[in-house]
């Protein structure tokens, strides 16, 4: 069973910065994409960053420069590093796993909230 733990979330002023890390309990971790979502009250759940098992990256066009994503094989963490933060970042953020291409599913977190507020 795959099990996801978000954690690092909370209350930061305009400007500032958080990292949230999510430990992974997932035996092929280093093989799998890793991706952080974002959702905002009365929006979709959308794409922030993902990174490949290789490293590669990808991010959504509004938080590219201000967000990176990590991991570290070892400590089987992801981990999201959120700069220059905006009000507009605010949402509840869920890490996910995406083992679709052995077949099975996309796999999700509990969420953290991040509110980003003066």
């Known amino acids: 069973q795959v099990q996801l733990v978000e954690s690092g979330g909370g209350l930061v002023q305009p400007g500032g910065s958080l990292r949230l890390s999510c430990a992974a309990s997932?035996?092929?971790?280093?093989?799998?994409?890793m991706g952080w979502y974002r959702q905002a009250p009365g929006k979709q759940r959308e794409l922030v960053a993902k990174?490949?098992?290789?490293?590669?990256?990808n991010y959504a066009d509004s938080v590219k420069g201000r967000f990176t994503i990590s991991r570290d094989n070892t400590k089987i963490t992801v981990y999201l590093q959120m700069n220059s933060l905006k009000p507009e970042d605010t949402a509840v953020y869920y890490c996910?796993?995406?083992?679709?291409?052995?077949?099975?599913?996309?796999?999700w977190g509990q969420g953290t909230q991040v509110t980003v507020s003066s």
């Open positions: 996910n796993a995406d083992l679709t291409t052995w077949g099975q599913r996309k796999y």
């Open positions: 997932l035996s092929s971790f280093s093989r799998v994409t």
């Open positions: 990174i490949t098992g290789g490293g590669s990256t």
